[in-house]
């Protein structure tokens, strides 16, 4: 089994703290939906804080399966390993599709590297790097903004192969919204990254990161790391054969 599992609870309003500690893991809860970037780094805080080195991010959705976990840790010289769906896209939906393929045209040419999916929220993430990098945006543009500063800073990444898992459950994502959020990171001055907030959906706050309100750290015998905000799915604790300096986080899918 993972060594450890912590849940990020992004103010989710099901049963899904309730789930994540019968399943046996460490949950964190954000009072208010912040956003999954900023579940992302509450997570990893947490992970760095328990001496695991490497965290395994996931969706809370159901998007990834746990039988592709292996993939992820056959090459120890990437210091981030990202899932690639689009190698097989079949059952993805067309508008999502084709929206990552656009942005990760975009980000492949800008970065000068071959980038096929670069909106997967599947990721091996090594925390002392990720630790070094400026990485503060608080929503679904945190999967690129991780990717540039991983290879601005010239560390290894590498892509694998995985299982497109497309369910009935809404998108968190809001069209409008978020297409800017993305748009301001993009043409963001790199060393003011997020220089103002915009309008936020009902219920997200945008307090700073660094000391984040409404953070209550609820522990269990075990634990990972998972962030989301919505309901859990019952194969976020797969066995796996991560070692004792790994922990895993879910999170939800740009």
């Given amino acids: 089994m993972l060594p450890a599992v912590i849940v990020v609870d992004d103010g989710s309003g099901d049963g899904t703290q309730q789930e994540a500690r019968v399943a046996g893991a460490e949950v964190i809860c954000h009072e208010r939906n912040r956003g999954k970037g900023a579940a992302i780094q509450t997570g990893f805080r947490r992970a760095i804080e328990r001496g695991f080195e490497w965290a395994l991010l996931m969706d809370g959705d159901g998007q990834h399966a746990a039988s592709d976990i292996p993939?992820?840790?056959?090459?120890?010289?990437?210091?981030?390993?990202?899932?690639?769906?689009?190698?097989?896209?079949?059952?993805?939906?067309?508008?999502?599709?084709?929206?990552?393929?656009?942005?990760?045209?975009?980000?492949?040419?800008?970065?000068?590297?071959?980038?096929?999916?670069?909106?997967?929220?599947?990721?091996?993430?090594h925390l002392p790097s990720w630790s070094k990098l400026k990485c503060v945006t608080r929503h679904f543009e945190v999967e690129s903004e991780m990717l540039a500063a991983f290879i601005e800073a010239h560390y290894p990444v590498k892509f694998v192969p995985i299982e497109v898992i497309y369910n009935e459950q809404a998108s968190k994502i809001a069209p409008v919204i978020d297409t800017l959020r993305w748009f301001r990171w993009w043409y963001a001055?790199?060393?003011?990254?997020?220089?103002?907030?915009?309008p936020s959906r009902k219920g997200e706050g945008e307090e700073s990161l660094p000391n984040p309100e409404g953070e209550q750290f609820c522990p269990t015998e075990k634990g990972a790391v998972f962030p989301f905000s919505g309901r859990m799915t019952r194969h976020s604790f797969p066995p796996s054969p991560l070692n004792e300096e790994r922990a895993g986080v879910r999170g939800e899918d740009a």
């Avoid at 097989?88 to 000068?112: C, E, I, Y």
């Fill in 189 to 198: 001055d790199g060393t003011n990254p997020h220089p103002r907030p915009l």
């Fill in 71 to 125: 993939k992820f840790l056959g090459d120890s010289s990437a210091r981030l390993v990202v899932g690639n769906r689009m190698a097989n896209p079949d059952g993805m939906p067309w508008l999502r599709r084709f929206v990552n393929r656009w942005m990760s045209a975009r980000l492949s040419k800008r970065l000068d590297m071959d980038l096929p999916d670069s909106q997967c929220g599947f990721r091996l993430v």
